[in-house]
């Protein structure tokens, strides 16, 4: 058994601080039943807490460590940038060299402005749709997340395709109503949405990859219809690559799947691990944010120089040239996220437990379920039960998942061969235990 006691402790603490105990919600293990390890360091592919117990991260901090934690690279940009100062609120020349950098592989995203979440990217990218447009609805796909502004922030009303209600509350009637939202991956809500109101609609915004219903890749052709459908009603098309950017491919969904959007949301990889996200467009688009357009958007951090370094170093890592005839940086961790899923999925037979393995690039996960899982109704018809048991014993075997089937896994460079055989090998103990259920 796991000894956790001080991270109890810490965690009985805390709850008396914040709002159960934490700054996040998913990082209080609720929808697993447990308590959280509290964290005290991380290096590499492995992450410690103040237990003492070391275990093989596949969350990254829910994606940004590509290159691992403490990367020695990041680590000292980072030491010799602090003895700069930690912050200007002032023009630097590296805000524009990260910007470069995100538009050489981001070449939609012809003008972009830097922000310091995913959530104020998404946020923003849709105040200035509707700026743009002069249209005041969106649209968003059930079980994508966009963050936790008060417009996402809305489920499906009664029917299909329907006005929105506030999913927390908080949120007004208001608000919500000028949010649809339909099923993703659905062919026929898309189309019957669009022709009934795609007029009034100022933009789509979509996860291209799915990340926040676990991880779950669009149709074929399913993207290029969102892009048609937006195109012919004058809808702006946001890809929310918040999660998915630099994973899917190194140039995210839009280069995977060969789809231009209008506007594109980035956030998590291009920080490094710092608060950093950046949302960027067609000039046309981008030039209406202020001060140069009426869109008003800022931020006092936006920009940081800290943060903006460890975006720099990072992209740099992910972004160099490989020796003659390796696969680049991007292709390694597709390869590495391929032999683990092949492991899991052979272990998964070998006990008799049926899963779906879903892969896009470095972004993966597992549901428990017979059925193919297309969108949020699958996810949640997976069987929750046998992934709480099997979260458990792999975190007893010190691999560190995300607690929730709704979450998605993360390879790194930093993750060996050996630690993704150790994992395979966990695995296969985990799913004996979902089979014993
Ligand atoms: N968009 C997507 C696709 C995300 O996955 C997330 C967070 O996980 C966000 C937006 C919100 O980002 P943040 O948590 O940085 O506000």
């Known amino acids: 058994m796991l000894n956790l006691s001080k991270s109890l402790e810490a965690f009985n603490e805390a709850k008396t601080l914040m ?38 991260d596949y969350v990254g901090s829910w994606g940004p460590m590509v290159v691992g934690h403490a990367h020695p690279q990041v680590v000292k940009a980072l030491q010799e940038a602090a003895t ?40 923003s990218a849709l105040r200035l749709a509707r700026g743009y447009t002069g249209r005041e609805k969106i649209l968003k796909f059930i079980g994508c997340y966009h963050g936790h502004s008060d417009s996402l922030l809305v489920s499906a009303g009664s029917g299909m395709a329907t006005f929105g209600v506030p999913s927390s509350p908080g949120v007004t009637k208001g608000t919500a109503a000028d949010t649809i939202t339909i099923p993703y991956n659905d062919e026929e809500a898309f189309k019957e949405i669009m022709d009934k109101c795609g007029d009034e609609i100022a933009a789509v915004i979509v996860e291209p990859v799915a990340g926040n219903m676990g991880c779950i890749p669009p149709k074929q052709g ?28 190194l140039g995210g969904a839009q280069a995977a799947y060969g ?18 996200a950046a949302y960027g467009g067609k000039r ?57 899923l092949l492991g899991w999925q052979e272990k998964a037979r070998e006990a008799g437990v049926s899963i779906q393995a879903h892969q896009a690039g470095s972004m993966f996960g597992i549901f428990f379920s017979e059925k193919e899982v297309y969108d949020y109704a699958d996810a949640e018809a997976a069987d929750q039960e046998a992934f709480k048991v099997w979260f458990k014993a792999m975190l007893e075997q010190g691999i560190y998942l995300a607690p929730s089937q709704f979450e998605t896994l993360f390879m790194s460079g930093a993750h060996s061969e050996e630690d993704i055989d150790r994992t395979i090998e966990a695995a296969g103990r985990a799913f004996a235990a979902v089979a014993a259920l």
Do not use: W
Request: hydrophobic fraction near 35%.
């Open 222 to 249: 399913y993207l290029r219809l969102l892009r048609k459908l937006t195109e012919e009603h004058g809808t702006l098309l946001i890809f929310d690559e918040v999660m998915c950017g630099f994973r899917a491919s």
């Open 259 to 276: 789809i231009v959007p209008d506007l594109t949301c980035l956030g998590k990889i291009i920080g490094g691990g710092l608060p950093v």
């Open 19 to 56: 709002p159960g105990g934490v700054n996040s919600p998913v990082r209080s293990y609720r929808s697993v039943d447990c308590n959280p390890p509290f964290i005290a360091r991380a290096e590499g592919d492995k992450i410690y807490d103040i237990d003492g117990n070391e275990y093989i």
């Open 284 to 340: 046309e688009i981008m030039s209406k944010v202020s001060p140069s357009g009426p869109v008003y958007q800022a931020g006092t951090l936006s920009g940081n120089p800290l943060a903006m370094t460890a975006g720099l170093e990072t992209l740099k890592i992910i972004t160099a040239e490989p020796e003659a005839g390796e696969p680049d940086y991007s292709r390694k961790l597709t390869l590495k996220t391929k032999k683990l």
């Open 84 to 123: 700069r100062g930690t912050s200007y609120g002032a023009p630097t020349v590296i805000e524009s060299e990260l910007a470069k950098l995100v538009q050489s592989v981001y070449p939609s995203m012809e003008m972009l402005r830097m922000v310091n979440s995913g959530t104020e990217s998404t946020m």
